[in-house]
């Protein structure tokens, strides 16, 4: 079975500097990855996939991500945060042998200081 | 266009009581899923319809729970004799078919007391 490791529990990191979001998945041969963000009391978002295609996927409000096959990685980035980014951020692995549900990591919770 | 409803938004039961959640999904979407989201944690995937056939429930945690969705649209999640363990956010998700992205409603609070 599929599995996704969020390493960060929390990252703090001030206004306007880069941040990072660690995610890991289990190996497999046809997966689809994504990046989604949860607001306070609200649904989830998504940000960013992965389905095929150039490594580098850009998404919304300027994240993107890299999918390292050979780590089995799929980080995202930013290059400046700003406050409003503050927000739970789950990575999620679906893959095409067991059908398109989406299996998600615990969640990273991203804080922006000012 | 409307997004994925959800209702009710919050429900608070008694242990014993059974429960119902509700899903309106995106309008032409054929793929519904429901997932559980514990306090702290990233959703979990409970069942999966295709239009009105239900095509994987091997998330569902136990025999209380049921999921329907008779007429390939609304969707309904019913949990009888609900326990405290079964207190969590219920997330419905729709897809226009195999491989498209999902989209999250606002999901419903489950409180059992």
């Known amino acids: 079975a599929q599995s996704v490791t969020q390493l960060d529990s929390q990252v703090p990191v001030f206004e306007e500097a880069p941040v990072e979001l660690r995610c890991n998945y289990s190996?497999?041969?046809?997966?689809?990855l994504f990046w989604y963000v949860q607001y306070p009391n609200q649904g989830l978002q998504l940000l960013l996939k992965?389905?095929?295609?150039?490594?580098l996927v850009k998404g919304i409000n300027g994240f993107e991500a890299e999918f390292n096959k050979s780590q089995t990685s799929f980080h995202l980035r930013k290059p400046s945060v700003h406050i409003s980014d503050t927000a739970e951020y789950f990575c999620?692995?679906?893959?095409?042998?067991?059908?398109?549900?989406?299996?998600f990591g615990a969640g990273t919770i991203l804080r922006v200081k000012s | 266009g409307a997004g994925v409803s959800q209702s009710p938004r919050y429900k608070v039961a008694k242990r014993g009581q059974d429960v119902a959640l509700r899903c309106d999904p995106i309008?032409?979407?054929?793929?519904l899923f429901w997932y559980q989201q514990a306090l702290g944690q990233g959703p979990e995937f409970l069942t999966y319809?295709?239009?009105?056939?239900?095509?994987?429930k091997s998330g569902l945690p136990s025999d209380r729970f049921f999921a329907e969705r008779p007429e390939g649209s609304v969707s309904t999640l019913k949990i009888q004799r609900t326990q405290q363990e079964d207190s969590a956010v219920y997330l419905c998700?729709?897809?226009?078919?195999?491989?498209?992205?999902?989209?999250f409603g606002p999901g419903t609070r489950l409180t059992v007391l």
């Open positions: 319809f295709q239009n009105e056939a239900q095509l994987d």
């Open positions: 190996s497999s041969v046809s997966v689809y």
């Open positions: 998700a729709s897809s226009l078919g195999a491989g498209y992205t999902q989209y």
């Open positions: 992965y389905l095929s295609g150039s490594t």
């Open positions: 309008s032409g979407h054929v793929s």
């Open positions: 999620a692995v679906s893959d095409k042998r067991y059908g398109n549900k989406l299996v």
